[in-house]
């Protein structure tokens, strides 16, 4: 088994939809998760990140993590054509570049006007 | 954050050729990392850049067949050795910074080995 599972989809909407993203994790000792957006042709950035369980809201997104269940999530409300993008989730035990990241696949999506 | 010129953005290579990736920052970082995404995979660390010291390599990765250079505090380089069509992937600078740890990826690398 993976350390981190991600449906690499493609996932297509309309426009104005409600998206979920998930990753699912083995290691418990993942502390921090974090998720990442990826333009064809660019490097990831930075959407999100959380520590430990709970939600957490920016906008139009949140991200969601189920420390029980090891189940991450990222929801996108009211989706724009501007979110047709890559998106990757990634996990640490720790904060801080020291400590590498464990990455999923990555789902991409696109959301159609 | 941090600005991150990686150069080339892309390049086409014969066989058994060699490719040098330059990784330029803008601002003084704490730790420069070079990583490989290959389609339908995770993206991949390689290794650590190290200021004025050796690389340090993760699992499956050798000096020999991707020596990093980073003789100061803002600029890398990553060479892809001997290419094969195997090493056909993307290759991503990133950086944490002094003011925070996130880490910041560069545009990336497009290498395409015929």
């Known amino acids: 088994q993976k350390e981190v599972e991600q449906d690499p989809g493609p996932l297509s909407v309309p426009e104005g939809a409600i998206v979920s993203l998930n990753c699912t994790y083995s290691?418990?000792?993942?502390?921090?998760f974090m998720w990442y957006r990826q333009y064809s042709r660019k490097g990831p950035e930075l959407l999100m990140y959380t520590y430990s369980s709970g939600n957490k809201e920016d906008g139009r997104f949140t991200a969601q993590v189920d420390k029980s269940s090891k189940y991450i999530s990222l929801f996108i409300r009211d989706s724009q054509p501007s979110d047709s993008a890559t998106y990757l989730c990634a996990m640490s035990p720790s904060w801080g570049g020291s400590e590498k990241l464990v990455f999923g696949k990555g789902t991409k999506l696109t959301v159609n006007p | 954050s941090a600005v991150i010129s990686q150069k080339p953005s892309r390049d086409i290579c014969q066989r058994g050729t060699s490719l040098t990736i330059q990784c330029q920052v803008d601002s003084q970082v704490t730790m420069m990392f070079w990583y490989r995404q290959q389609p339908g995979q995770s993206l991949t660390l390689i290794a650590t850049?190290?200021?004025?010291?050796?690389?340090?390599?993760e699992s499956g990765f050798v000096i020999d067949k991707f020596p990093i250079s980073r003789p100061n505090l803002t600029f890398s380089t990553l060479t892809v050795s001997n290419m094969s069509p195997e090493d056909s992937s993307i290759y991503l600078c990133?950086?944490?910074?002094?003011?925070?740890?996130?880490?910041?990826f560069g545009s990336g690398t497009q290498l395409s080995v015929l």
């Open positions: 290691n418990s000792a993942f502390q921090y």
């Open positions: 990133s950086v944490t910074t002094v003011t925070n740890e996130k880490l910041f």
């Open positions: 850049a190290n200021q004025g010291s050796e690389a340090t390599y």
